[in-house]
């Protein structure tokens, strides 16, 4: 399938330290590095592993830091033809401080990407598209929102399937003005914090509710080593995460997380199923160093996903190359009508369950949720049976 994405493309400076320095201190890293990054080039490369054409809408600046951002990229056959070049700014660079729990902290430059130019939008490429992936850090402000909020609205005409991915910063920045944007997507990702922060509200619950009252119907939050929790208006699903061994650094697992979860949806898996495939891949990308290290493969993934969360006869599988799904209203599975209820081996009860709760309220300065909380804020069918050491990008 063609997909369009957009967002940053950077140079990381990796440092791996013991512990983050206090102010006026100085300290010596047990090693760094130089590699590439940004949201946006972390999502054209993973999906371009997943057999996809994608195209990266982006900008750098023409400066010897562009072949740096640009170089895996290249290798895995992204199509760079709509990357922009700036005179006058320098490419985006990311300063990236990394504990031996794989946590990170960040300095981040915007550079280049700040001004990317709606006026060279590669309007006739998106319409032919079949998916559109955005960073919603292309959405803060300038330039580079106005480009992004002009494709969007040619994907909507076109009725081609927006998938968007929050970041932290994004929404520490713009807060709940981002909302009005990003509503109009038809899948959102976020994580717990980025969530309350869009939303204003202190519980998923009331969060979800209120995103369900702007007129967004999927959403997907993950919640760092318990997986994801997978909402609907009509469903709700706590998805345990995928174990691995070898956690090294969290940086770009998430975004490799939405390239496959935006695969998997359309490759027509149900939203449950695409959790699953997405926790799988967030794992992988985190048992490397940098956002653009994993090496992946649907095939790989899809032995894991089996092997961890079962099989699933109900999945349609699709080819790459088949045309883009149509949209539906309740927009849980993009390429065939919602069913009043969803098939599974197992009995189910006759109807949908809602998520009805009374949590205690996740505060925002809340950095995780305890496992009691996710379960009695999304109800899950079982206890969780195990859970993965990766946390979603923060």
Do not use: C
């Not at 895996?72 to 990236?96: C, F, M, P």
């Not at 490429?125 to 480009?147: C, F, H, N, P, W």
């Not at 927006?162 to 910063?169: A, E, K, Q, R, S």
């Not at 998430?254 to 891949?281: E, P, S």
């Amino acid at each position: 399938m063609k997909l369009f994405v957009i967002g940053d493309v950077t140079v990381d400076h990796l440092y791996f330290l013991e512990r983050i320095p206090r102010a006026g201190e100085e300290a010596m890293p047990i090693r760094s590095t130089l590699i590439p990054g940004g949201a946006g080039g972390s999502l054209a490369y993973y999906a371009a592993q997943l057999g996809h054409q994608v195209m990266l809408g982006a900008r750098v600046g023409n400066d010897p830091f562009q072949e740096v951002a640009l170089s895996k990229l290249k290798a895995v056959g992204v199509d760079l033809s709509a990357i922009q070049k700036d005179e006058n700014t320098l490419t985006s660079t990311i300063t990236i401080m990394v504990t031996p729990d794989a946590e990170r902290s960040m300095i981040s430059a915007g550079g280049a990407n700040r001004n990317l130019d709606a006026a060279e939008l590669p309007k006739k490429t998106i319409e032919d598209s079949d998916a559109m992936i955005l960073s919603a850090y292309a959405l803060v402000s300038g330039m580079q929102r106005e480009y992004t909020v002009r494709a969007m609205q040619i994907a909507q005409k076109q009725k081609i399937p927006i998938f968007i991915d929050l970041g932290t910063g994004a929404v520490n920045t713009a807060g709940t003005k981002l909302l009005e944007i990003v509503k109009g997507a038809d899948y959102l990702l976020m994580n717990q914090l980025e969530l309350a922060r869009i939303t204003g509200h202190t519980s998923i619950s009331d969060a979800l509710e209120g995103l369900h009252a702007q007129g967004v119907h999927n959403v997907v939050v993950k919640v760092g080593s318990m997986g994801a929790i997978v909402w609907t208006p009509e469903d709700s699903e706590l998805i345990e995460g995928y174990e691995i061994d070898g956690v090294a650094d969290s940086t770009g697992a998430g975004d490799g997380f939405t390239a496959a979860f935006a695969h998997a949806i359309l490759q027509g898996y149900d939203m449950k199923r695409a959790a699953q495939y997405a926790n799988v891949v967030g794992a992988l990308v985190a048992t490397h160093i940098g956002a653009q290290s994993a090496k992946i493969s649907h095939l790989d993934i899809l032995e894991r996903v089996e092997e961890r969360y079962g099989k699933q006869s109900s999945i349609i599988q699709k080819s790459v190359d088949s045309p883009k799904p149509a949209k539906t209203s309740s927009k849980l599975v993009p390429s065939e009508p919602v069913k009043p209820q969803p098939v599974k081996p197992e009995p189910v009860k006759p109807e949908p369950v809602k998520p009805q709760v009374t949590p205690e309220p996740l505060l925002i300065e809340s950095p995780a949720l305890s496992k009691s909380e996710v379960v009695k804020e999304v109800p899950a069918k079982e206890a969780p049976a195990k859970k993965t050491r990766v946390k979603a990008k923060v």
